[in-house]
C-alpha cells in the first residue's frame, strides 16, 4: 500500500472522546478521516451504530500529514453534519 493510501490512525497518542448522551436521547456522529473509517467501527466495534457518519475525504478534502487547523475544510465538515442532522 502506498504511504499516501496508509491510515494515520496508529499513532499512539490517538484519543477517544465518547459522547456524554449514548442513550436513547443522544446521537452519536462520527466523523472519519478517510475510507478506513476507523472512529464509525471503533464505535461498531462496541456495538453503536453511528447515528451519523461524515467521511472527510468524500467532502473533497485531501488528506495529509499536516495537522494545521483549516478553517474551511472544518466549516465544510461542520455544514455537511448540519445537514445531516437536519435530514
Known sequence: MEQSKKCLCSNSDVRIVACSG?????QIVAIDGCPFQCAAKTLQHEEIEPAIQVIVT??????????ALDEKASSMVVEKVKKELSS
Open 22 to 26: 449514548a442513550s436513547n436521547v443522544g
Open 58 to 67: 468524500e467532502l473533497g478534502i485531501e488528506k495529509s500529514h499536516d495537522i
